[in-house]
C-alpha cells in the first residue's frame, strides 16, 4: 500500500481521467469513461516535460504499443492500494484491482499506449501533428501490476523530492529566485502524471501512470545491436577525421556513449536513494540508435516497477545488471558476426564471466583475444585511464566494489581515437 507516501507527490503529480480514445487506424473515438473522484482545476496547457496537476480531458490514446507481462512475487492476500487526493493530499482513493480475464498467480500484465497531451502547443509553437505521440500511457491491468504502478510512482517521488535539484528560494520581499527542479534534469525518463480508471475493456479498474515520450520514441537499448546502420564512405578527409566518422569509429563512439549514459543513469537514482533493481537492456530509452548521432545520444533510465529504497545489497545488485547489460552491449554490437543471440546474449555473457572465468578479467581477455571476431570488442576494452583499463573497469562494476559515481568519472577519463 502508499499510504506512506509523501504529499509533496501530491502537489506535483497529476491525477487525470482519460475521456477520449482513438483506435489503431487513427479514427477518433469519443468513449466515457468511468471517473474516480477527483478535484476539477482550471484549464491550463499541459507540458508533457514537467509534473503538475491536469485536467481529466488533457490526454487521449492514439494507438496500442503492446502487451508486457512480468512475474512477480505473489503478497498473501489481496492488496489495497490507496493513491491520496484532493488539494491537501488528505482524502485517499482506496482501490482494488482485477483483471478481465484471470492470469497466474504472479503475473503482472501491462498495456502500453502512446498518447498526446490536448491542447500542447509543439517547441515552434504550432499545434503538434494529431499523429505524434506526446507521451507514454501504461496501463496496469490486474493486482499483481497494482503493486508495480505503486512502486513506481513511490520511486518517482523520492527522486523528485531531492532539494539539492531545485535553487528555489525568497528574496526579502517574498519575490521567487532561482531554478525550479525539471524531472528532465535526471537522466530518467519524466513520470508526467499517474490517475485510476477503468480499464480500456471496460472490465476492472486499472491504474495509469503518464511518461515523456523521448525523442526516439519508445527505442530501447535492447534493440541497437541488431539496428541497421548506413556505413559513410571513406573520403579525402584529414586522417583524424576519417577514424573518427568512417568505419567502425561512429559505432565505437555510440557504444561507449551508452556504457556512459548508463553508468550516468544509475548513478543519478542511487544519489537520490533509489534502487532500480530490475536493470536489463530493456530499461533503457535511446534517444536514437544511428550510430551517426552518437554524439547526440541520451540515455535515461525506465521501468521502475521494482524500484525501492537503495540498500549496499541492492546498489551492487544494480551495478551487477549494470555490468551484464554493458558487456552484452558491446560484445553485440561490436562482434565481426553482428548480434548472436547464442553467444552475446546476456545469459551467455553472463555465464562466461561469472561461471567459467569467475570474473578474472585477465582470463577473460586471453580468451576474447583468441576469437578473431571479438577483435573489436577487445579493442574497446583495452583502452584505458590512469586506473587501468577497460576490463578492469567492467570487473570492478561487476563486483560493485566502487560507486556508480566512481564508475562513470573513469569511463569519462577513457581517451580513444574515435572520440
Request: overall charge negative; aromatic content about 8%.
Amino acid at each position: 500500500a502508499s499510504s506512506r507516501r509523501a504529499m509533496s507527490a501530491v502537489a506535483l503529480a497529476a491525477r487525470v481521467i482519460p475521456t477520449q480514445f482513438a483506435p489503431p487506424d487513427g479514427r477518433r473515438l469519443d468513449r466515457p469513461v468511468a471517473r474516480a473522484s477527483r478535484v476539477r482545476v482550471s484549464r491550463a496547457t499541459v507540458s508533457p516535460r514537467a509534473l503538475q496537476r491536469a485536467d481529466g480531458d488533457d490526454f487521449e490514446l492514439l494507438r496500442e504499443l503492446g502487451t508486457v507481462s512480468y512475474a512477480v512475487e505473489q503478497q498473501a492476500g489481496e492488496a489495497t492500494l490507496k493513491w491520496r487526493g484532493g488539494d491537501d493530499g488528505t482524502v485517499p482513493d482506496s482501490f482494488s484491482v482485477v483483471s478481465a480475464a484471470p492470469l497466474a498467480g504472479g503475473v503482472a500484465e501491462m498495456k502500453l499506449y502512446a498518447g498526446k497531451v490536448v491542447g500542447w502547443e509543439g517547441p515552434d509553437g504550432g499545434e503538434r501533428g494529431p499523429r505524434v505521440p506526446d507521451v507514454l500511457l501504461k496501463e496496469y491491468c490486474n493486482e499483481p501490476a497494482a503493486s508495480m504502478a505503486d512502486a513506481e510512482v513511490d520511486a518517482y517521488t523520492k527522486l523528485y523530492s531531492n532539494p539539492n535539484d531545485s535553487t528555489i528560494g525568497q528574496t526579502w520581499d517574498g519575490q521567487a529566485v532561482g531554478t525550479p527542479f525539471d524531472p528532465a534534469s535526471i537522466p530518467v525518463v519524466p513520470l508526467i502524471a499517474y490517475f485510476t480508471s477503468n480499464s480500456v475493456d471496460g472490465v476492472g479498474t486499472s491504474l495509469w501512470t503518464v511518461q515523456a515520450w523521448g525523442p526516439g520514441g519508445v527505442s530501447r537499448l535492447a534493440e541497437y545491436p541488431g539496428k541497421h546502420q548506413e556505413v559513410k564512405k571513406p573520403s579525402f578527409w584529414p586522417p583524424v577525421q576519417r577514424v573518427r566518422d568512417v568505419g567502425l569509429g561512429p559505432r565505437h563512439r555510440f557504444v561507449r556513449n551508452a556504457v556512459k549514459g548508463v553508468l550516468a543513469a544509475v548513478d543519478a537514482i542511487h544519489r537520490r536513494g533509489v534502487a532500480h533493481n530490475a536493470i536489463d537492456a530493456s530499461s533503457f530509452q535511446m534517444s536514437t540508435l544511428k550510430d551517426q548521432k552518437a554524439d547526440e545520444l541520451e540515455v535515461r533510465l525506465m521501468n521502475l516497477g521494482f524500484a525501492g529504497d537503495l540498500t549496499e545489497d541492492k546498489r551492487r545488485g544494480d551495478l551487477r545488471c549494470a555490468a551484464i547489460v554493458v558487456a552484452e552491449l558491446v560484445f553485440s554490437a561490436l562482434s565481426a558476426s553482428g548480434s548472436d543471440k547464442g553467444r552475446t546474449s546476456a545469459a551467455a555473457i553472463q555465464r562466461l564471466f561469472e561461471q567459467v572465468f569467475s570474473l578474472d578479467m585477465t582470463q577473460a581477455r586471453e580468451y576474447c583475444v583468441e576469437e578473431p571476431e571479438w577483435e573489436a570488442v577487445v579493442e574497446f576494452w583495452d583502452y584505458r585511464d590512469r586506473q587501468g583499463d577497460g576490463w578492469a573497469l567492467l570487473g570492478d562494476m561487476w563486483r560493485g566494489e566502487l560507486s556508480a559515481e566512481e564508475l562513470l568519472a573513469r569511463a569519462e577519463a577513457i581517451e580513444t581515437p574515435y572520440d
